[in-house]
């Protein structure tokens, strides 16, 4: 990574008390994000990605306990005050949802909801603000921005509410953005349409983006650096290609191969990856995925295995039996 | 490695002809199914694909009679369930069955799995309770699912992977020949899915069964479907062998759809999307080609002549005045 770094996220764990007892969501999580970088979270439902988000921005759950640190140019967002961090959010770190609809807010008009994010954050008068507002729905892309702002988040679609979303996230250019499964919620062809858009404007504004996806295809194009998520913890972290050429990680490996893939013949069979993942209320001693894992051996399931650097920098993974090593060979 | 199929034979098992489906929505009318025609052989898997609102799942429905069609007929081993009523439909159906897109909240949260899955089997006068467990017990090993286990058991205490599994069982229990998957999969994780598509193919073999398998996702319809039907604002663009859609699609929506696939691959630079703007509203669909508001190739043609499914290669049929191919 060349970019001097913007985010730096150091030992982050994350509790929920359960009535099943206490659930590790986010198992001491370190990543960097350089400024202008793009990362790719990926991992499937409950693996933590979202809790580790939440956790960037300060919005968990109140019972939620987090430890570590969020490093945002500098500034450690855990100790910071309410008020501080209430001006940071919007101006140099913003969120995109994946539900538009439950992101904005039905009763007020989209207008509305532009303008108040721009006069809370760059105290521009009504007038300057509602310029802005136009300027910023036409960038995203919604034809007639001017009607637009008369109108209710249920009288666009998908697609626009999701764009409307983005241009709030974008109103104040901020540093970050974090966009949590921007485009689940969305058809395929609009899927695209939302993935360029932020590619874009990621391009024109210099800015740092993590997207949040449980789909291998959405980051394979577009982020500069990978991070696969298991049970709470990043089990490989690469930068794209090595990622996708030289994964190490066997949960990598699979993920990727249960994927169908339109280049194979009708009727061919999955390589599925058995049984499912661990519940988080019940930690599992060893490698979390070692119950699922066709190499896993010994100690793995007696140790968990640390995400280290290896051979290459940058690329960290956490197995005792890598792929394409000598300790995978073995197992 | 290809899995072994029954060679489809050419006997056509379902047959619809000019359905039309429409909803009455606040005055106005949706139309959510216009004038679709299409065949499934014996043994063959059709996949039917589009994106949401494009009355795929309405289709489904009104295959199996829960939704009333406006018009058209639809053939079930040569016999129109359109016309049947009553016990007769309901005989009918025990031959054809359904499963759908949420697995949890189509299981009955009461109720143990061992009775969910018996219930069908009451329903068609399985009246010798030991016959039924039986039943019950042996559709269960055939999901992977441990029967001692998870008979007296409730739908909450299964992830969604394995609702989808009983879901499956409850679709198997009678022995039908035909079953719609509407969406099976869309709402479980990768590592879930891919057990879920292995497993209906399995049971597929197993059954002998015919499939029409209704999903948005193209890779996982192609990873199922002998041939593939894409629907687009209730109308069929496009009908063929699936390797020979995929590899050259005819219709420009089949097209579109296929290039906004995200590949997992670094190197297949993401194509920049074209600028083709957002499907219309069923209420009120284009004139002519529905597609034609979003189609690079549209001309005066499109708006004024709605066009026909007509063959553009060797069993491939597509429904435009400028098909690519």
């Known amino acids: 990574m060349t970019e001097p770094v913007l985010l730096s996220v150091e030992g982050v764990a994350v509790d929920l008390p359960t009535p099943r007892g206490n659930l590790r969501a986010v198992d001491q999580v370190d990543l960097k994000v350089g400024a202008g970088q793009t990362l790719g979270i990926v991992g499937e439902s409950g693996c933590g990605k979202t809790m580790l988000s939440r956790a960037i921005l300060q919005l968990l759950p109140r019972k939620a306990k987090l430890s570590g640190r969020v490093m945002l140019d500098g500034q450690d967002l855990v100790q910071l005050a309410p008020e501080r961090l209430r001006k940071l959010r919007g101006r140099s770190l913003a969120v995109v949802f994946q539900d538009p609809m439950t992101s904005l807010n039905p009763v007020l008009t989209i207008g509305t909801q532009l303008i108040e994010t721009l006069q809370e954050h760059l105290e521009l008068d009504v007038s300057a603000a509602r310029k802005r507002s136009v300027e910023l729905l036409a960038a995203v892309g919604i034809p007639a921005p001017e009607q637009r702002l008369m109108q209710y988040p249920h009288q666009l679609s998908g697609g626009m509410r999701q764009r409307v979303a983005i241009a709030i996230a974008l109103s104040c250019e901020p540093k970050l953005l974090i966009a949590d499964e921007p485009t689940?919620?969305?058809?395929?062809?609009?899927?695209?349409?939302?993935?360029?858009?932020?590619?874009?404007?990621?391009?024109?504004?210099?800015?740092?983006?993590?997207?949040?996806?449980?789909?291998?295809?959405?980051?394979?194009?577009?982020?500069?650096?990978?991070?696969?998520?298991?049970?709470?913890?990043?089990?490989?972290?690469?930068?794209?290609?090595?990622?996708?050429?030289?994964?190490?990680?066997?949960?990598?490996?699979?993920?990727?191969?249960?994927?169908?893939?339109?280049?194979?013949?009708?009727?061919?069979?999955?390589?599925?990856?058995?049984?499912?993942?661990?519940?988080?209320?019940?930690?599992?001693?060893?490698?979390?995925?070692?119950?699922?894992?066709?190499?896993?051996a010994g100690e793995c399931f007696r140790e968990k295995p640390l995400l280290a650097e290896a051979e290459q920098p940058d690329h960290q993974y956490a197995c005792f039996h890598p792929i394409g090593t000598a300790a995978g060979v073995e197992a | 490695m290809p899995q072994v199929q029954p060679a489809p034979s050419r006997e056509p098992l379902l047959t619809v002809e000019n359905l039309v489906v429409e909803y009455a929505v606040g005055g106005k009318t949706i139309h959510a199914v216009s004038d679709v025609s299409f065949q499934v052989v014996r043994g063959e898997t059709l996949g039917l694909v589009g994106e949401s609102g494009c009355g795929k799942s309405t289709l489904g429905r009104a295959v199996l009679q829960l939704r009333q069609a406006v018009s058209g007929r639809v053939l079930f081993d040569g016999q129109d369930l359109t016309s049947m009523r009553g016990d007769t439909l309901r005989r009918m159906r025990q031959r054809v069955q359904l499963i759908f897109q949420d697995p949890i909240a189509s299981l009955n949260p009461r109720r143990r799995i061992g009775d969910i899955i018996a219930e069908p089997l009451v329903i068609s006068g399985v009246k010798d309770a030991k016959k039924r467990q039986q039943l019950v017990h042996d559709v269960l090993s055939a999901v992977g699912l441990d029967p001692s286990l998870v008979m007296g058991r409730l739908p909450h205490e299964f992830s969604g992977g394995q609702c989808q599994r009983i879901c499956i069982a409850r679709a198997l229990v009678l022995n039908p020949e035909f079953i719609i998957c509407d969406e099976p999969v869309s709402a479980l994780d990768v590592s879930i899915r891919a057990q879920i598509l292995n497993l209906l193919e399995e049971m597929k073999a197993r059954y002998g069964l015919t499939l029409l398998f209704i999903a948005h996702d193209l890779a996982v319809v192609k990873a199922?479907?002998?041939?593939?039907?894409?629907?687009?604002?209730?109308?069929?663009?496009?009908?063929?062998?699936?390797?020979?859609?995929?590899?050259?699609?005819?219709?420009?929506?089949?097209?579109?759809?296929?290039?906004?696939?995200?590949?997992?691959?670094?190197?297949?630079?993401?194509?920049?999307?074209?600028?083709?703007?957002?499907?219309p509203s069923p209420i009120s669909p284009p004139s002519g080609c529905r597609f034609r508001t979003r189609c690079p190739r549209a001309d005066e043609r499109c708006s004024d002549e709605v066009p026909e499914l007509r063959a553009v290669a060797p069993d491939q049929f597509a429904a435009c005045h400028h098909p690519l191919i």
Do not use: N
């Open chain 1, 184 to 296: 689940t919620a969305l058809d395929v062809t609009i899927q695209a349409q939302i993935l360029d858009l932020l590619a874009r404007e990621q391009r024109r504004r210099h800015m740092a983006m993590i997207i949040i996806t449980h789909d291998l295809g959405v980051v394979a194009g577009r982020t500069d650096e990978v991070a696969v998520m298991y049970a709470g913890r990043v089990v490989e972290r690469a930068p794209t290609p090595a990622l996708f050429k030289k994964m190490r990680m066997p949960y990598t490996e699979a993920l990727l191969a249960a994927i169908p893939k339109l280049d194979a013949a009708p009727h061919t069979v999955l390589p599925a990856i058995s049984g499912r993942p661990p519940d988080p209320t019940r930690p599992i001693k060893g490698c979390s995925f070692s119950p699922r894992c066709r190499y896993a």
């Open chain 2, 224 to 279: 199922v479907s002998d041939r593939v039907a894409v629907m687009y604002l209730g109308r069929l663009c496009e009908v063929g062998p699936s390797e020979q859609v995929f590899a050259q699609p005819a219709h420009p929506y089949t097209a579109l759809l296929i290039e906004a696939i995200p590949v997992p691959d670094p190197d297949v630079r993401p194509a920049e999307s074209v600028a083709v703007g957002e499907p």
